[in-house]
């Protein structure tokens, strides 16, 4: 039975004393029962803002966000009436909807001798950092994060969801489905792989359909990715797809949700996508940043090189994935996603993926983030549950020291995070703190 006491500990673990005050005043007063999910007690709260991003691309002034328990209840614009008392007066801020990342991996950390554990760490070392991983997440203002893949984030999701850990709601696609050629299976496999992943609790399949990112071919037939994106449909559950050249056409020809990278597609490809109403997840450049940045890090670890000099072909990606964006960005009805790709030395740092995508994959500001709101949660089915501040849905509600269509370094200056009704960080202005060593730049 997770009693108050225990929950606190939690928090205090993770350093975050100070907001239990705010967390507990919005929960109910007894514990729930063992199993329940934390709902905050059906008290209203009610927020000013004078700019609102409203996740689909418009802007609304001097609005007042109501929300009852998880739930945003009700929106007045400036014509409305003036609804009060503001329990959080986030005038001169942005505010918007949570963000959501559609590719992360987070419980890839560091070991304890500072060396990429990748996503095998078991230990009780690996545990505390994934959740550390999920909680800088929810600081950068990442309310919703998927996770394409380890059988150790199934914990992590359901803590968070039954409210023992704070973090970003966890969509899992467990243990994906690597592409071996004939290797891998008859589709006839492949399609009791599939639901086999259904059965352990995946909400969704991740697909490795091709090698390397500068060479390397499919790793699965037509056929074998036919039957996978078929049998996850049959299952309700959605495909991510890793692909490169070839494997993109062939991911979106079977039928496949959203193809994740795509370096090497081409512009029929792209327009394929777009035809066939695939998402596309592109990346701008944090993940291969941050592997330069930590190259000691990973150096040597598996699938890493083994020399530092070996990191030098990577410099390459970072242009051609500039160039991919660049060139997606053109494609009339092409839904371009946020994913970040993250990994170890990522997490917390997602937002610097907006500013790659803005300043160097030629992305407007306001699509990047819709990309990141009502599209993010259009890809993943959720439409009717986040990604817009919207009377029904839940109420994931984040706040910037800045304007991010004006500049969109304003992602890095997150002072309040607000997922399903709790508010999870609330800082003064121009004082973001850090959180286990992840900060505003
Ligand atoms: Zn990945």
Redesign the pocket.
């Known amino acids: 039975m997770r009693s108050p006491k225990a929950f606190l500990c939690i928090l205090g673990i993770l350093g975050v004393g100070a907001l239990t005050q705010r967390i507990f005043s919005q929960t109910p007063a007894q514990p729930p029962a063992k199993g329940k999910r934390i709902v905050p007690a059906q008290k209203r709260i009610v927020i000013a803002a004078s700019a609102v991003l409203d996740g689909k691309g418009r802007v609304l002034h001097n609005t007042r966000i109501v929300i009852e328990g998880s739930k945003i209840v009700a929106l007045y614009t400036k014509d409305g009436p003036k609804i009060g008392p503001v329990d959080y007066d986030l005038r001169g801020l942005t505010v918007l909807p949570g963000w959501i990342d559609a590719?992360v991996?987070i419980t890839w950390s560091f070991g304890k001798d500072g060396k990429n554990v990748g996503a095998g760490g078991t230990t009780q070392e690996a545990a505390y950092q994934a959740a550390s991983n999920a909680w800088v997440t929810l600081m950068a203002g990442f309310t919703t994060v998927q996770d394409?893949g380890s059988p150790t984030t199934v914990p992590l999701r359901d803590a968070i969801a039954q409210g023992t850990l704070p973090g970003p709601r966890i969509l899992t696609a467990i243990e994906p489905l690597a592409g071996r050629g004939d290797l891998t299976g008859t589709p006839d496999e492949i399609r009791a792989y599939v639901r086999k992943q259904k059965e352990a609790g995946a909400d969704l399949i991740k697909i490795f359909a091709a090698g390397g990112m500068l060479q390397g071919r499919m790793t699965l037939s037509q056929e074998q990715l036919n039957a996978a994106c078929d049998e996850a449909k049959k299952q309700g559950l959605r495909t991510l797809v890793?692909a490169y050249r070839d494997a993109v056409p062939a991911a979106t020809l079977a039928g496949c949700t959203q193809v994740?990278h795509g370096l090497g597609a081409t512009d029929d490809n792209l327009k394929l996508m777009a035809e066939k109403g695939t998402y596309f997840d592109p990346q701008g450049g944090l993940l291969i940043e941050t592997y330069l940045l930590n190259k000691e890090r990973y150096l040597g670890t598996p699938f890493f090189p083994t020399t530092l000099e070996g990191f030098a072909p990577m410099e390459k990606i970072l242009p051609m994935n500039h160039e991919l964006l660049q060139r997606a960005v053109k494609i009339p009805g092409l839904k371009i996603v946020f994913g970040t790709?993250a990994v170890a030395g990522a997490h917390g740092r997602n937002a610097e993926e907006f500013i790659d995508r803005v300043r160097d994959g030629g992305v407007e500001p306001m699509a990047a983030m819709v990309s990141a709101n009502s599209l993010g949660a259009e890809a993943m089915g959720m439409a009717d549950e986040i990604g817009s501040i919207t009377v029904g849905l839940e109420a994931d509600i984040i706040a910037l020291d800045g304007n991010p269509l004006k500049d969109i370094t304003a992602v890095r200056r997150v002072v309040f995070v607000m997922k399903g009704g709790v508010v999870y960080k609330n800082a003064a202005r121009g004082a973001i703190p850090v959180y286990a060593g992840v900060g505003p730049k």
């Open positions: 590719h991996h394409l890793h994740e790709d």
